[in-house]
């Protein structure tokens, strides 16, 4: 099995990053070696920095209490 295409192609279903991650490092850990396991590692931490530098484009525009509210997953609602 191609491990990263596999990767690739559960992103591409719409799973983040980690779903991603999640499901191929359980094949990896079934058939696949350490090695494997490096590679994927090293394209979910490119996906995931990727990721990051979206949601910091699109908060430039945000204050830090904001974004850190964001970043949580809290809304200021939540805390009125």
Same mark, same amino acid.
Request: glycine content about 8%; proline content about 0%.
């Given at each position: 099995?191609?491990?990263?295409?596999?990767?690739?192609?559960?992103?591409?279903?719409?799973?983040?990053?980690?779903?991603?991650? #999640?499901?191929?490092?359980t094949? @990896?850990?079934?058939k696949? !070696?350490?090695?494997?396991? *490096?590679?994927?590692?090293? /394209?979910?931490?490119?996906?995931?920095? #990727?990721?990051m530098?979206?949601? @910091?484009?699109?908060?430039? !525009?945000?204050?830090?209490? *904001?974004?850190?509210?964001? /970043?949580?997953g809290?809304?200021?609602?939540d805390?009125?």
């Amino acid at each position: 099995m191609n491990y990263i295409e596999k990767y690739k192609q559960e992103r591409s279903k719409g799973k983040n990053e980690y779903e991603s991650f #999640g499901i191929v490092a359980t094949y @990896i850990a079934i058939k696949g !070696n350490f090695k494997d396991l *490096e590679k994927l590692f090293d /394209l979910h931490i490119d996906d995931f920095t #990727g990721e990051m530098e979206k949601c @910091i484009d699109g908060d430039s !525009n945000l204050t830090s209490y *904001e974004r850190d509210m964001k /970043l949580s997953g809290h809304k200021e609602s939540d805390f009125e």
